[in-house]
Nanobody
Framework: QVQLVESGGGLVQAGGSLTLSCVAS????????MAWYRQAPGKQRELVAA???????NYADSVKGRFTISRDNAKDTVYLQMNSLKPEDTAVYYC????????WGKGTLVTVSS
């Protein structure tokens, strides 16, 4: 069964940090670039960060220098380390393939208070 399970969200003050995790079933994860996306209230889902199957990364300009994406191929898990959080980072965060997305998981809510 195709499955994505995100975790690690929560409420944090501006300037704080959180680390998100996403466990993906093997058929989604292996040999695929993975990515984190987010959707803020009233806005479209946007790409935040992506990582290739060999670890090459790229980031949205809005998070560059603050967020770090990584993956553990042995655990079929992708991470998002978020530092220096801002209120505008408040959103539901999802992981999925970078290309050919599959069914979305429930996401994990990140709320950054000012």
């Amino acid at each position: 069964q195709v499955q994505l399970v995100e975790s690690g969200g929560g409420l944090v003050q501006a300037g704080g940090s959180l680390t998100l995790s996403c466990v993906a079933s093997g058929s989604i994860f292996r040999f695929n670039a993975m990515a984190w996306y987010r959707q803020a209230p009233g806005k479209q889902r946007e790409l935040v960060a992506a990582i290739s199957e060999i670890g090459k990364t790229n980031y949205a300009d809005s998070v560059k220098g603050r967020f770090t994406i990584s993956r553990d191929n042995a655990k079929d898990t992708v991470y998002l380390q978020m530092n220096s959080l801002k209120p505008e980072d408040t959103a539901v965060y999802y992981c999925n393939r970078r290309n050919a997305v599959v069914a979305w998981g429930k996401g994990t809510l990140v709320t950054v208070s000012s």
